[in-house]
């Protein structure tokens, strides 16, 4: 199976906008950007419209006053600019929870309190299909995550973020696949340690993406596994699609 490209640049620049994961200067930059390149503008308010479903079923909850003050002490000394550009938003939230279901809500939040922009996207045919997330944790040892992953129905995409460190087993690679409810394997694809891929879904897989249906990754030689259709090597992680 053809490797998929990861997020481009401007694309990875854009979610994060969307996000707000922005440090000051780079949020300043973005709208900047915005403001003169009406393409980039168009592909922030694409992810705003493909992440504010996530928002729907937040309830608001007010903060305590103490709060608000710690958080106003704080803001002169907190801009994110320690975190840098080169860790994005899908990897840092996976890490810090047990699964994406539980980012998405932190996402939902602040998605939710954006302020309303001026800039229109251009209109298109409503995607079909359900927005899916699944955190893959590990077969050995402790369930941690070892991967974590949400279908987009708009992009017709798979996005995977790993999160495992990079260069620890050079002799193998990870290979991804889908267990629909037939509990036959379908190869989605290689993926790299340490980085997010986007990967197209073509039509004949859509049906298998479904909540119920397991994500698997297994350790294999590399270019993948020799059978094509069945993994070889051990199943180091899986997870099940979930509605978000």
């Known amino acids: 199976m053809s490797e998929a490209p990861e997020l481009s640049e401007l694309e990875a620049l854009a979610a994060e906008h969307a996000l707000g994961v922005l440090t000051s200067a780079e949020r300043r930059e973005a709208e900047a950007r915005m403001a003169s390149d009406p393409a980039f503008a168009a592909e922030v308010e694409a992810w705003r419209a493909r ?110 973020t790993s999160l495992v460190t990079p260069n620890n087993d050079p002799a193998h690679v990870h290979e991804l696949w889908v267990i629909p409810a037939d509990g036959k394997p379908r190869p989605l694809g290689i993926l790299e340690p340490g980085k997010t891929k986007a990967i197209p879904m073509p039509e004949k897989l859509l049906p298998s993406l479904a909540a119920g249906s397991a994500l698997a990754v297994s350790l294999e030689p590399p270019g993948g596994s020799p059978k094509v259709d069945t993994p070889t090597g051990p199943i180091t992680a899986v997870g099940k699609l979930a509605k978000i």
């Not at 608000?68 to 860790?87: M, P």
């Not at 602040?110 to 996207?121: C, F, G, I, K």
């Not at 955190?135 to 992953?149: E, H, I, K, M």
């Open 51 to 160: 992440l504010m479903p996530m928002a729907e079923n937040v309830v608001g909850i007010a903060a305590p006053q103490a709060l608000w003050l710690r958080i106003e002490r704080s803001l002169g000394a907190n801009d994110n600019q320690e975190t840098g550009r080169g860790l994005r938003f899908w990897r840092g939230t996976a890490a810090g929870s047990l699964t994406l279901a539980a980012a998405s809500v932190a996402v939902a939040v602040m998605l939710a309190n954006q302020p309303t922009r001026t800039v229109v996207a251009p209109t298109g045919p409503v995607a079909q299909g359900q927005l899916l997330d699944a955190s893959l944790v590990s077969q050995t040892g402790q369930p941690v995550p070892l991967f974590v992953a949400a279908y987009d129905p708009t992009r017709k995409a798979l996005i995977v």
